[in-house]
Structures are given as C-alpha cells and as structure tokens.
T-cell receptor
Framework: DVKVTQSSRYLVKRTGEKVFLECVQD?????MFWYRQDPGLGLRLIYF???????EKGDIPEGYSVSREKKERFSLILESASTNQTSMYLC????????????FGNGTRLTVT | TQLLEQSPQFLSIQEGENLTVYCNSS?????LQWYRQEPGEGPVLLVT?????EVKKLKRLTFQFGDARKDSSLHITAAQPGDTGLYLC????????????FGGGTRVLVKP
C-alpha cells in the first residue's frame, strides 16, 4: 500500500511566522499535490508537482510556495502565516501521467494565532 | 459558488436505514470519483465512474454517473456505523488539465 506521511498532525504558529509542512511518499509516485480542506468547501488545490523541481499553481496558490527537491518529498511553505491560513492541509500523491487515483496523507491541522 | 455541489451537507440516520448523497454540477466531467474520509485520516478513493449512465456497486454502496456526465449519486443500503464519515465527490475535466475538482462534502453519521 502507498504510504503518504505528513510530518505533523497539529501545528500552532503565530501570525507572520514562516511555516513548513512536509510530505513524504514511499511509492515512487511522479505526482504530488497540496490541498487545504475547510468545512463546506471540500478540498481546494494549492500547488502540485509532476516531477522533481517542477511546480504548478493550483486554484488558491496565493500566500503559499512549494519545493520539490527530491521525488519522494513535497514541501508546502507559508512565507508569512496569516490567520486565514488556519486550516487542514492534505498532501496527496499519484502515479504516472494522467493517473488520477490520489493517495492522501492524514493531514496537518494548522492553527495560526 | 462551487463547481460541484453536494447535498445534503449533513445526514444523520439509524443503523439499517438507506441513504443517498448527491453530487451535481452544470459542467460536464470526463469522470467522477467518490472518496470517503474518516475522522483523523485522509480521503480514500472508493470508486471512479467514467461512462454516462454507468452504475457501479461496492458491497452495499451503489454509485451512479448521470447520463449527461454532470451529476452523480451514492446510495448506501442498510447503513452501518462503519459507514460514518465525510463523503466527497471529485470531478475531472480534461480541459482543466485533468485536475480534480472536489465538492464540499456530505458528512454522514450512522447511529447504532
């Protein structure tokens, strides 16, 4: 089974802090994704990556950046955290071109105070 | 306004009852997925439907893709407490680079 591991289950940060959310997958998947999940809004795509050092903006990239230096690791960065970035963050991976079967991590609940 | 609207947003039923969750859009999708998310975990893919009018069954769960590929439904027969969770539909549009668009989710609570 694919395992997608997010480094933290819960994080509490202060406004203005730089925040790193880490995600690692163990199945050599090409594609990795970052979503945020808010009640009633479902999952919204922040950024995704189809290859190492490659990134593409999703639907809500403002205030976020990403890094993919190694195939198995995809990091989400909040340069200057704000309270409206309080949310559940989900990382996912999928295999190959056109594969839409996403494998999700268990999420990181981030609170910005 | 969301591209995919799920209804109802919340459903609470007794064990043994049936339930139906709807996923509607004004857009056409090349395929549609259903995920279930349990508390403290990420969503897990249940099924993908591709053809208009397609019906897929997964034990007590029946998934249907609308003829026009704009809507889908999930029906659970004789619900059990283990069916409790957040059900999410997600549509794929080739014109959008094959990215998934998620609905807002339906939270289902099955009481014993």
């Amino acid at each position: 089974d694919v395992k997608v591991t997010q480094s933290s289950r819960y994080l509490v940060k202060r406004t203005g802090e730089k925040v790193f959310l880490e995600c690692v997958q163990d199945m050599d998947h090409e594609n990795m994704f970052w979503y945020r999940q808010d009640p009633g809004l479902g999952l919204r795509l922040i950024y995704f990556s189809y290859d190492v050092k490659m990134k593409e903006k999703g639907d809500i990239p403002e205030g976020y950046s990403v890094s993919r230096e190694k195939k198995e690791r995809f990091s989400l960065i909040l340069e200057s955290a704000s309270t409206n970035q309080t949310s559940m963050y989900l990382c996912a991976s999928s295999q190959g071109t056109g594969s839409l079967r996403l494998h999700f991590g268990n999420g990181t609940r981030l609170t910005v105070t | 306004t969301q591209l995919l609207e799920q209804s109802p947003q919340f459903l609470s039923i007794q064990e043994g009852e049936n339930l139906t969750v709807y996923c509607n859009s004004s857009s056409v999708f090349s395929s549609l997925q259903w995920y279930r998310q349990e508390p403290g975990e990420g969503p897990v893919l249940l099924v993908t439907v591709v053809t208009g009018g397609e019906v897929k069954k997964l034990k007590r769960l029946t998934f249907q893709f609308g003829d026009a590929r704009k809507d889908s439904s999930l029906h659970i027969t004789a619900a059990q407490p283990g069916d409790t969770g957040l059900y999410l539909c997600a549509g794929v549009k080739k014109a959008a680079g094959n990215k998934l668009t998620f609905g807002g989710g339906t939270r289902v609570l099955v009481k014993p």
